[in-house]
């Protein structure tokens, strides 16, 4: 590809002949094969020694100078570097760049090296105004003597030996026979799971097999797990920076392109964190809002996924340039007018009270189609549950319906009613409600308030538990502690202990034998011949319930 060379960084103080100097460096086209020529080398240390600054170039692999970067005499700054490049696994841009105090790769080389997936990064020490010593480090495909990265012998750039692009080639080939991209669906994202917690490690672990299965529900390929335990968490990056360095070198020989992190990311840590990193980032929030806007299917779920987002996003737009945003204003207008970041902030504040609107106009439909069961005097019976607990199939089984009902985390979203015939002839509603999950996003609970007001009605709770699942009573007490913050605890309620058809007999005798203490009780969601025992209990509380309302207003009436 051809690029417009772009020169970035501090370029402030410049005098007009210095500025044409570094125009012109930039307009160099690098003899290929070599990291950087003779020639180009010489101008580039005598524009940095003249000027007191370091200064870096950005090389294609063709040999074009995609960007010169200006720094000041401790660092340069990388600029975005999205849509530049090539590569496959390595970016197909090499760094050189110049130094006035210590020689060689510095550390922070390596993480420049590693976080934006570069071929070479290089170093050019100085001697006199003069190029002295080109130190360059790579990317290596697997860990030796502790390092995921190595060094060349350092020479004078007059002196190098081998073609760089050769070099190149074979790491890139030497990446791929490591870790095959074909083995990976080409159209799917391909992430690494990272959770940098306080809590036990035990404790961790679940939550980060939850992270991977809520990425298996979104579609995305799980490459890699990180889990570091620390007694605090660092402000910017929650991980050490030294942690950050070997999950992006493993990025790189994995092929990754996501990171999705089991913690929820302040607005500046997300911010820290991408400044370092290539890599798309998000959080385990982000993450369920996607797969609540991808399952979302009705008018109602569509708008309280999108207001939630809306929510997410407004503190996480992030400062933009003053030279990329344009000044609204003019005649009639006071003051310099808004930034390009101020109209953003103030269309999606709009779109959240229009949406506000809409979702109350939705709930006024949903109470009035309450209104009219509540006349008819049917009883209702709620499903809740921690997600993919088997609350759809359960309901799919009771009324021969067809709801989707996967082995996902979030399969459906919206809520779904249908009419359950008892056996002694007495007919009742059953309504399947969305999922809980630990660590529930905050906005979230908020914008399926509306939804989870269809509790408030229910006569009767069935709260479904994944009895196969090793956490399972962890994942009770989120279900229980979540009703009980929505204020649904007073409600009648049956634990049904679902997937007892999963577990070998000893374990199985032993659940039931445990559940029968606690009132629970034991059955298989798609088995309807162990439902039974199910029905009858609820049909006994449900007519005892009727008997003390119809006694109550008896009283009311004498």
């Known amino acids: 590809p051809i690029y417009m060379t772009s020169i970035s960084g501090n370029t402030t103080g410049l005098k007009p002949a210095q500025q044409r100097?570094?125009?012109?460096?930039?307009?160099?086209?690098?003899?290929?094969?070599?990291?950087?020529?003779?020639?180009?080398?010489r101008q580039l240390a005598a524009l940095s020694f003249a000027l007191n600054r370091q200064l870096?170039?950005?090389?294609?692999?063709?040999?074009?100078?995609?960007?010169?970067?200006?720094?000041?005499?401790?660092?340069?700054?990388?600029?975005?570097?999205?849509?530049?490049?090539?590569?496959?696994?390595?970016?197909?841009?090499?760094?050189?760049?110049?130094?006035?105090?210590?020689?060689?790769?510095t550390d922070e080389d390596v993480m420049d090296l590693a976080c934006l997936r570069l071929d070479l990064f290089s170093v050019l020490s100085l001697?006199?105004?003069?190029?002295?010593?080109?130190?360059?480090?790579?990317?290596?495909?697997?860990?030796?003597?502790?390092?995921?990265?190595?060094?060349?012998?350092?020479?004078?750039?007059?002196?190098?030996s081998g073609s760089c692009l050769a070099l190149i080639e074979a790491l890139e080939d030497e990446f791929a026979r490591t870790t095959?991209?074909?083995?990976?669906?080409?159209?799917?994202?391909?992430?690494?799971?990272?959770?940098?917690?306080?809590?036990?490690?035990?404790?961790?672990?679940?939550?980060l097999n939850e992270l991977a299965e809520l990425a298996r529900s979104a579609g995305v390929v799980v490459l890699d797990r990180v889990l570091q335990r620390r007694r605090q968490l660092h402000p910017r990056f929650l991980m050490g920076q030294g942690k950050l360095l070997e999950i992006m070198l493993a990025s790189v020989r994995l092929a990754a392109n996501l990171l999705i992190f089991d913690q929820e990311l302040t607005p500046s840590q997300m911010r820290s964190i991408t400044d370092h990193s290539d890599l798309r980032v998000i959080d385990r929030t982000q993450l369920i809002l996607d797969i609540f806007a991808r399952?979302?299917?009705?008018?109602?779920?569509?708008?309280?996924?999108?207001?939630?987002?809306?929510?997410?996003?407004?503190?996480?737009?992030?400062?933009?340039?003053?030279?990329?945003?344009?000044?609204t204003g003019g005649i009639g207008a006071r003051g310099p007018g808004e930034t390009r970041l101020e109209i953003d902030k103030r269309?999606?504040?709009?779109?959240?009270?229009?949406?506000?609107?809409?979702?109350?106009?939705?709930?006024?439909?949903?109470?009035?189609?309450?209104?009219?069961?509540?006349?008819r005097d049917v009883p209702v019976i709620s499903l809740v549950g921690y997600t993919n607990a088997g609350k759809s199939t359960l309901l799919n089984t009771l009324t021969h319906s067809d709801i989707l009902a996967e082995d996902l985390l979030f399969a459906t979203l919206d809520p779904s009613s249908r009419r359950l015939r008892f056996p002694e002839d007495m007919e009742v509603i059953i309504t399947d409600t969305v999922g809980f999950i630990r660590n529930l996003p905050a906005e979230l609970l908020k914008a399926f308030a509306s939804t989870l007001e269809e509790l408030r009605e229910a006569d009767l709770i069935l709260h479904v538990i994944d009895r196969a699942n090793p956490e399972w009573r962890q994942q009770a007490e989120v279900v229980a502690d979540l009703l009980t913050r929505l204020e649904l605890d007073s409600i009648p309620s049956i634990r049904v202990l679902n997937k007892m058809d999963l577990l070998g007999e000893a374990e199985k005798e032993k659940a039931l034998q445990e559940g029968a203490l606690h009132g629970d009780i034991g059955i298989s969601a798609m088995d309807s011949a162990s439902l039974r025992p199910l029905l009858g209990r609820a049909e006994k509380l449900l007519r005892s319930q009727s008997d003390r309302q119809f006694f109550a207003s008896a009283q009311v009436l004498k």
């Open 21 to 41: 100097a570094l125009e012109r460096l930039a307009e160099r086209r690098i003899a290929q094969g070599d990291i950087i020529d003779r020639e180009t080398a």
């Open 56 to 105: 870096g170039l950005l090389i294609h692999r063709s040999g074009q100078i995609a960007c010169l970067m200006v720094g000041d005499f401790g660092r340069i700054t990388f600029p975005a570097l999205a849509g530049l490049g090539s590569g496959k696994r390595l970016r197909g841009l090499r760094c050189v760049r110049t130094t006035l105090g210590q020689t060689g790769i």
């Open 127 to 160: 001697r006199d105004g003069l190029p002295d010593r080109l130190f360059t480090a790579h990317l290596i495909p697997q860990n030796r003597a502790g390092r995921d990265w190595a060094e060349l012998p350092p020479v004078h750039p007059a002196n190098q």
């Open 180 to 207: 095959p991209l074909a083995a990976v669906d080409a159209g799917k994202d391909r992430a690494i799971l990272v959770s940098v917690s306080t809590a036990p490690r035990q404790e961790a672990e679940a939550s």
């Open 295 to 327: 399952r979302a299917r009705s008018r109602e779920g569509k708008l309280q996924i999108e207001m939630a987002q809306l929510k997410y996003m407004l503190p996480r737009l992030g400062t933009r340039d003053d030279a990329l945003s344009r000044l």
């Open 347 to 375: 269309r999606i504040n709009d779109r959240i009270a229009r949406l506000a609107r809409e979702l109350k106009n939705v709930g006024q439909e949903r109470y009035r189609r309450r209104s009219r069961r509540r006349k």
